[in-house]
């Protein structure tokens, strides 16, 4: 069996990173920088070995779940229906967390930037990508905006998803524009996924009460 090239992709990155983390660890101190603030200042730190591993390990578990779920949905048939947007997806994740691990690595070797400055167009884009997820899926147990009144109804499903995605996209645009307001940028990125989320919820909840009196 041929392996999908989503697949390869994000395999050839997971062992990038582990590589790097092979090639790094010999020259970082036992103490590293792991964690920022809002404000893009350190504000935690780990062992070298999980410092430099953590992120690695987090991203091949991942990708195993994410690869695992659509064996075991009950819905299976229809996670197959958008499956190519799912695998581009897993893609994003993976690549999304091999660019704070670069991140973490250039810091730990010396290099100082504002590491929120730095979040924020990647996590823009993560969202964006999001929402065009959302937009092509089908109801299933695990991928999605999982009320229990979307799983119920596959209109409530798709007029949720629809709306879902794009709102994600709003939440991408607005994430990004929070670059230009300092400090502020964290809630950019933070409040409109919270609000759009909450909205869903209430959302899906009288179109499913719509669609009962039909």
Known sequence: MIMDKSKIIALATIFISFAIGIWAYPQLPEIVASHWNEKGEVNGYMSKFLGIF???IMSL???????FIPKIDPMKANIEKFRK?????????????????LLTMAWNFGYR????????????ALFYWCGILVENTKRNWFI???????????????KTHKLGGKLFKVAA???LLGIFFGELAFWFTILPVMVFSIYLLFYSY???QKEMKK
């Open 173 to 175: 645009v607005l994430s």
């Open 206 to 208: 009288f179109e499913y």
């Open 54 to 56: 953590l992120m690695p």
């Open 113 to 124: 930037f504002n590491m929120t400055y730095f979040m924020v167009p990647a996590l823009s």
């Open 61 to 67: 578990a991942m990708f195993l779940l994410f690869n």
């Open 144 to 158: 999605g905006i999982k009320t229990p009144w979307t799983i119920s109804n596959d209109v409530v499903w798709d």
């Open 85 to 101: 947007y799912y695998n581009a997806f897993i893609v994003s994740i993976i690549l999304f967390l091999f660019y704070l691990y």
